[in-house]
């Protein structure tokens, strides 16, 4: 079945240190990738996505590129700052199959620590 | 703020009740999921409705049902409720039900079973 496996956490930074969550996945076909953040006490929240090979997705300065040769979507990050402390979650939704669900299968999330 | 809303924030019951979780998808969405959080397991789907119809099932369990209303709201139903049941339960909704729309989650209920 698709899985989808992350670097574990916590990851701790200083401020305006570089960012990289390593995600890799398996699954059948091509899925569409997506991160999602979750802020202490909070839901998840969209934060990009990728649907195709070589698609990169981008927002709020995060930006993940979809590797169909490593089946990899690491997010990075050039400088984070504080504010930037929260749970990240690397997801999957593989295309439709006999009809199946479009489910999100989902890491294990890494935790972010960024220090002032 | 997503647009789907989940209510309660917060339940606290005994083992063996019964509870309801309601949740309201974004306007306009069609497709509506359920997940369980809890730290041993972590994320886990439950189950999907599509306009009423339920379309695909997951970790489940048999104690647990939904349903899909005509207005697009959904309900999730856990009985005989264990220990082992407490977790937040996200609602999330998208526009319809293909692998390339996102899912935007609720802010959860968390359950707590005493």
């Known amino acids: 079945g698709d899985s989808v496996t992350q670097m574990e956490g916590p990851v701790t930074l200083s401020e305006e240190a570089f960012l990289t969550i390593n995600c890799t996945y398996t699954?059948?076909?091509?899925?569409?990738l997506f991160w999602y953040v979750q802020y202490p006490g909070e839901g998840l929240q969209l934060l990009l996505k990728?649907?195709?090979?070589?698609d990169k997705g981008s927002n709020k300065g995060f930006e993940a590129t979809y590797r169909k040769e490593t089946t990899s979507f690491h997010l990075e990050k050039g400088s984070v700052q504080v504010s930037d402390s929260a749970v990240y979650f690397c997801?999957?939704?593989?295309?439709?199959?006999?009809?199946?669900?479009?489910?999100?299968?989902f890491g294990g999330g890494t935790r972010l620590m960024v220090k002032p | 703020d997503s647009g789907v809303t989940q209510t309660p924030k917060h339940l606290i019951t005994a083992t063996g009740q019964r509870v309801t979780l309601r949740c309201s998808p974004r306007?306009?969405?069609?497709?509506v999921y359920w997940y369980q959080q809890s730290l041993d397991q972590g994320l886990q789907f439950l189950i999907q409705?599509?306009?009423?119809?339920?379309?695909a099932k997951g970790n489940i369990l048999e104690r647990f049902s939904a349903q899909q209303f005509p207005d697009l709201h959904s309900e999730l139903n856990l009985s005989s409720l264990e220990l082992g049941d407490s977790a937040l339960y996200f609602c999330?909704?998208?526009?319809?039900?293909?692998?390339?729309?996102?899912?935007?989650f609720g802010p959860g209920t968390r359950l707590t079973v005493t």
């Open positions: 990728a649907t195709k090979a070589d």
């Open positions: 997801a999957l939704i593989s295309p439709p199959n006999n009809n199946a669900g479009n489910m999100l299968t």
């Open positions: 699954a059948t076909g091509y899925p569409s």
């Open positions: 409705y599509y306009n009423g119809e339920e379309r």
């Open positions: 306007s306009g969405d069609l497709s």
């Open positions: 999330a909704s998208s526009a319809k039900a293909g692998w390339t729309y996102e899912q935007y």
